[in-house]
């Protein structure tokens, strides 16, 4: 199975803060790489799937960036919604494997 | 807006089968992928496999002996099912949209479901 790690596996960030995330595959993916946010008790929500390309109906301050293993989440002004967990996932290989998360909290 | 909603038992006996339902609304299950993830409490995703509308199934290895899903259109649900469950299969049930690549390969998810909390316990 292709290992995905992300990294940090947390962080503390104030509102307005610039935010990476960075995410590497054991093998090489392509772009075939997705994001998610998942708040506590909720489902997680698609982000960005290609490595770079918007889900529907999310704020332009998410970007994704990245090819081959390394990729990368950033937000570019952090929300107060925007406090949650995040998701990698690559979909090159079966079985489809995710990352470990990486928890966005409050400063 | 396409929406998706779990139901089934919220409780299974251990080496029983634990039987979810995914019913999907505002689109229909005649087309794209339909997949089901889990995440045991307090930890991280993990895909358990997907079915095209067509019928063909891609599997986890580590669960394809016990696991099955299955689409009925005619209802625009899919399910799934897992055999011989243990304490170690508790875990809280997503059911997701699909969509194909561009290519028609490489598809990725979209909508996901709330989730369905199923705990494994006599």
């Known amino acids: 199975d292709i290992q995905m790690t992300q990294s940090p596996s947390s962080l503390s960030a104030s509102v307005g803060d610039r935010v990476t995330i960075t995410c590497r595959a054991s093998?090489?993916?392509?772009?075939?790489l997705a994001w998610f946010q998942q708040k506590p008790g909720k489902a997680p929500r698609s982000l960005i799937y290609?490595?770079?390309s918007l889900q529907s109906g999310v704020p332009s301050n998410f970007s994704g960036s990245g090819s081959g293993t390394d990729f990368t989440l950033t937000i570019s002004s952090l929300q107060p919604e925007d406090f949650a967990t995040y998701y990698c996932?690559?979909?090159?290989?079966?079985?489809?494997?995710f990352g470990q998360g990486t928890k966005v909290e409050i400063k | 807006q396409v929406q998706l909603q779990e139901s089934g038992p919220g409780l299974v006996k251990p080496s029983e089968t634990l039987s979810l339902t995914c019913t999907v609304s505002?689109?229909?299950?005649?087309?794209?992928?339909w997949s089901w993830i889990r995440q045991p409490p307090g930890k991280g995703l993990e895909w358990i496999g997907h079915?095209?509308?067509?019928?063909?199934?891609n599997y986890n290895p580590s669960l394809k002996s016990r696991v099955t899903i299955s689409v009925d259109t005619s209802k625009n649900q899919f399910s799934l099912k897992v055999n011989s469950v243990t304490a170690a299969d508790t875990a809280v049930y997503y059911c997701?949209?699909?969509?194909?690549?561009?290519?028609?390969?490489?598809?990725?998810?979209?909508?996901w479901g709330q989730g369905t909390l199923v705990t494994v316990s006599s």
């Open positions: 997701a949209r699909v969509l194909p690549g561009s290519s028609g390969y490489y598809p990725y998810f979209d909508y």
């Open positions: 079915i095209y509308y067509r019928g063909s199934t």
């Open positions: 996932q690559q979909y090159h290989t079966y079985p489809w494997t």
């Open positions: 290609a490595a770079s």
């Open positions: 093998q090489y993916i392509s772009t075939y």
């Open positions: 505002g689109g229909s299950t005649s087309s794209y992928y």
